[in-house]
C-alpha cells in the first residue's frame, strides 16, 4: 500500500525507550554520534577505555536534559572476555539492546619496515575484532528487539592510504564484516556501516605510535583540494547518518555510506 504523502515516515516517538551502545562514545565522532540518538530519545550506553571523565561528563550533561537516560561502561576492547562483558553490562542497565554501533577506533601510520606486533593487534584488535566479537555477544539481545548494528569505517577501506596498511587492512576486514554480518544475522538484525572521509583532522598520537598522526598544513590542503566540497565535514555528518540507518532506513543492511563531501568522486 502506498503510503500517505502527508503521513510523516517516521514517528518523532519512533526511538523512545530504546538503548544503545556506543563504543568509543566519549569524545569526537562517538560522542556525536552518543548526542545525536540521545536527542532522538534513545538511551545511550557510553563505552570508554581510557576518557572516564569525557564519558561521565557526557552522560551528567544528558541526564541533566533527561533524568535516567546515559550511563558509561568501561573495558579495553582488544582483551578477551571484553566484548562480552560490556554487552552484558549494556543490556543489564535498561533489560534491552537495540543499536551497537561500533565506533572505537586506533589510527595511526604504520610504515612497512616499521610493523611491530603490538601496532597489529591494537589496530587488528579495535577496527576489526572488537567488532566482530561485540556484533557476536550483541547478536541474542539485538535479535529480541530487532535492532540494527552500525560500524564506523573509512573510505580508505578501499583507497589505501599512504604508510597506513594495518589500519587500512583492518577497515577494509570491516566492510567484509559488515556484509558477512548482515547476511548471517538477517532477518532480525539490520547490519551497515558508515565511512567518513575528512570529518576531524587527527589532535594527538596515540602512545604506541611511532610518529605523530596530525596532517600538515600541506596535507591539509591536500586533502581539501581533493574533496569536491572543498571543506571538512563535521561529526554530526556522521552521527546523522548513524541515526538514518537506525531510525529511517529498515529495508537496508548490508550497505556501506561513504559520507566524505565526495572525495572518493575525484580521489588520487
Not at 533489560?95 to 572505537?104: F, K, M, P, S
Not at 529480541?144 to 577501506?157: E, F, K, L, M, Y
Not at 604508510?163 to 576486514?173: D, F, L, M, S
Request: glycine share 8%; aromatic share 4%; proline share 7%.
Amino acid at each position: 500500500m502506498a503510503q500517505d504523502p502527508e503521513t510523516p515516515c517516521v514517528s518523532p516517538t519512533a526511538l523512545l525507550g530504546k538503548t544503545a551502545l556506543v563504543t568509543g562514545g566519549a569524545r569526537r565522532i562517538g560522542a556525536s554520534i552518543v548526542n545525536e540518538l540521545h536527542q532522538a530519545g534513545m538511551n545511550v550506553i557510553i563505552h570508554y577505555h581510557r576518557s572516564n571523565r569525557d564519558a561521565e561528563s557526557l552522560a551528567e550533561k544528558l541526564n541533566e536534559h533527561r533524568p535516567g537516560s546515559a550511563t558509561t561502561v568501561a573495558g579495553d576492547l582488544i582483551e578477551d572476555g571484553q566484548a562480552q562483558a560490556i554487552v552484558e553490562a549494556a543490556g543489564a542497565h535498561w533489560g534491552r539492546l537495540d543499536l551497537l554501533v561500533n565506533n572505537a577506533s586506533s589510527f595511526y601510520p604504520t610504515p612497512i619496515g616499521e610493523i611491530d606486533a603490538n601496532a597489529w593487534n591494537d589496530l587488528i584488535g579495535t577496527n576489526l575484532k572488537a567488532p566482530c566479537f561485540l556484533a557476536q555477544a550483541a547478536r541474542e539481545p539485538l535479535r529480541n528487539s530487532g535492532g540494527a548494528i552500525v560500524n564506523i569505517a573509512d573510505i580508505h577501506a578501499d583507497r589505501p592510504f599512504h604508510e597506513h596498511t594495518v589500519y587500512c587492512a583492518a577497515k577494509a576486514g570491516l566492510l567484509m564484516l559488515t556484509r558477512s554480518l548482515a547476511r548471517e544475522l538477517a532477518p532480525e538484525i539490520r547490519v551497515n556501516a558508515v565511512s567518513p572521509g575528512a570529518i576531524l583532522w587527527p589532535t594527538e598520537s596515540p602512545s604506541n605510535s611511532p610518529t605523530d598522526t596530525s596532517p600538515s598544513t600541506e596535507g591539509k590542503t591536500a586533502v581539501l583540494e581533493n574533496t569536491p566540497l572543498a571543506r571538512l565535514g563535521e561529526p554530526r555528518d556522521i552521527a546523522r547518518t548513524v541515526l538514518f540507518l537506525m531510525r529511517d532506513a529498515p529495508y537496508i543492511t548490508g550497505q556501506n555510506i561513504s559520507v566524505d563531501g565526495g572525495r572518493t568522486l575525484g580521489y588520487r
